[in-house]
């Protein structure tokens, strides 16, 4: 198994990534407009999320529309909504199954039920970054299309915001936390199925009395 200090910096990057994740999901600015106009009363910048919609106004007021509706929504948000849901779960469960099974914790039993706990909490986080990555990745791909499409007006183009990003990189924490979790667990097997135990084999005492036997009858 890899020493302590390899798993807690994989577990701080975990928590990181659990941070991220939970963030860019309640963000609302997963794509932003900013539209500056010439009157004080028009919106400077509208930022779309996957659960609510907000605006900016240059008087300073701040307001947000929640999305009642799933159906109505796109088909890209409707699945960011999921994935990122679930990579927030995953993600939670990978922190409590791998604190259970780090080397420098007390929990977990022995050596075996610890490598295995950490496997488990490694896999959690690995399909938490997969999970978060295919979300960020569809949605950065419809604002960049809708973005070089020339029949949209410019009024209507977007950027992707900071939750876009903030996904991006929570998605690599998670990923690269899964994968330090999972090798060490395979270290540890490989170096028991390379290097097996010697095993060594003693005559028993019944073998030992039937050769002094045998022995005499040739005396």
């Keep these: 198994m890899a020493s302590a200090s390899l798993q807690f910096f994989a577990f701080i990057l975990a928590l990181f990534g659990v941070f991220g994740d939970i963030t860019a999901t309640l963000l609302p600015n997963w794509k932003v407009n900013a539209d500056v106009g010439s009157n004080i009363i028009t919106a400077i910048t509208q930022m779309q999320g996957l659960w609510m919609d907000c605006t900016w106004y240059s008087t300073g007021m701040f307001s ?6 799933v159906l109505s929504l796109p088909v890209y948000i409707q699945a960011a909504r999921t994935t990122m849901v679930l990579s927030c779960i995953l993600s939670a469960f990978g922190i409590c199954i791998t604190t259970v099974g780090m080397k420098c914790t007390k929990l977990g039993g022995d050596t075996d039920s610890k490598s295995h706990a950490c496997f488990a909490g490694g896999v959690c986080f690995i399909l938490a970054g997969i999970f978060g990555l295919v979300p960020t990745s569809w949605y950065t791909r ?4 809708n973005f070089l499409d020339q029949t949209v007006p410019e009024s209507s183009k977007h950027e992707p915001g900071g939750a876009v ?3 991006f990189i929570s998605a690599g924490f998670l990923l690269i936390a899964g994968v330090i979790f999972c090798t060490s667990c395979f270290k540890k097997q490989q170096g028991a199925w390379i290097y097996p135990p ?3 084999h003693f005559p028993s005492a019944e073998q030992d009395s039937n050769a002094g036997y045998n022995l005499k009858d040739y005396v």
């Design 64 to 69: 947000c529309t929640l999305k009642y509706s």
């Design 142 to 145: 419809e604002i960049i299309s």
């Design 165 to 167: 990003y903030t996904g």
């Design 198 to 200: 010697k095993q060594h």
